[in-house]
């Protein structure tokens, strides 16, 4: 398996499919259109859609159907508009306040506040129209992707480890309890749901969807752990995204907790957890596998 050619074979891939299944940015109002694809256009390492893609990819090699195969790319691009929408809104003044996205000015810089706002909105629920009308013929599997990506996103996962992150930037020190809640919403979830969305799309069952889901909450965590990392370590240029904000605000962070030394043994361990999942599944893995160990050590 040549790693470096599959990646860019499934980013292509979600790169189409964005272009594709976007409304151009002329549809009316323009400015609406032209701003939801600026943040999303803008790049990014498209590790939520890969993910769908080569999951559905792995369960549709294993078993595959007498008819033709489901289409996972309107799912790959519905987890990165959500995604991409979490991002810009993330980065509004009354949140992050953020200059510096994708290595662009953020979407309030680059058009106003109002904008930015509107096109996160338009771009979360895009994410559930494009699932609803693109596996409108297979309606048990429709349910089950709105189901999952809904609860991924909704109170109790992401938005709600952003309120948890936001209070939390408020008291003196957060708890190693809170840390994790944080982050195994804010950003695992997100990880977790595009993990288990590829394994419906390929037609995974119970089971497998369980050991998706841990793969894809470690992968989460240790995900979380290296951004902790690259923030302290990396610099802006490098980020495409501002450097060195967590220490700035006196953010708790598993760096700041935990130190550098054990934040990377935390990170190994997880990757290594979620590997130790993924082992568990049939068919060749080593496309997933690879992924997870270049997340591992990535530098951006
Ligand atoms: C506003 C509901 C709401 C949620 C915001 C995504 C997010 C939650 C906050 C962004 C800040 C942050 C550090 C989030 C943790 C998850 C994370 C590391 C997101 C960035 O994902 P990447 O690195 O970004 O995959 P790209 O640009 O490569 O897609």
Do not use: W
């Amino acid at each position: 398996m040549d790693f470096a050619a599959e990646l860019k074979r499934h980013v292509a891939r979600v790169e189409h499919g964005l272009d594709l299944y976007l409304p151009a940015a002329t549809t009316r109002p323009a400015r609406l259109h032209t701003a939801m694809r600026y943040t999303l256009e803008a790049g990014g390492k498209r590790l939520r859609p890969v993910l769908v893609l080569a999951t559905a990819e792995l369960f549709q090699s294993v078993a595959p159907s007498a008819t033709a195969p489901t289409d996972p790319l309107p799912a790959a691009v519905a987890i990165e508009c959500l995604h991409t929408y979490s991002l810009i809104h993330d980065d509004l003044p009354c949140m992050d306040n953020d200059d510096l996205r994708r290595g662009r000015p953020t979407a309030h810089k680059q058009f106003d506040e109002a904008t930015a706002l509107l096109a996160g909105d338009a771009l979360l629920t895009h994410a559930f129209a494009l699932l609803a009308e693109s596996y409108d013929a297979q309606p048990t599997l429709a349910h089950a992707l709105i189901r999952e990506l809904a609860a991924a996103a909704g109170s109790r996962r992401l938005i709600g480890g952003q309120m948890a992150d936001l209070l939390a930037e408020k008291k003196f020190e957060a708890t190693p309890g809170e840390l994790e809640f944080i982050h195994l919403n804010k950003t695992a979830a997100m990880i977790e749901a595009a993990l288990v969305l590829g394994g419906l799309l390929g037609g995974a069952g119970t089971g497998e969807l369980a050991h998706l889901r841990r793969a894809g909450r470690n992968l989460g965590l240790a995900f979380q752990i290296i951004d902790d990392i690259l923030d302290a370590t990396a610099d802006t240029a490098t980020l495409g995204k501002t450097a060195g904000k967590d220490a700035k605000a006196d953010k708790t962070t598993f760096v700041k907790l935990h130190g550098l030394e054990i934040s990377r043994r935390l990170a190994a361990e997880h990757t290594t957890a979620a590997r130790g999942e993924l082992d568990r599944l049939l068919g060749d893995k080593s496309f997933l596998v690879a992924l997870l160990e270049t997340m591992a050590t990535r530098s951006r």
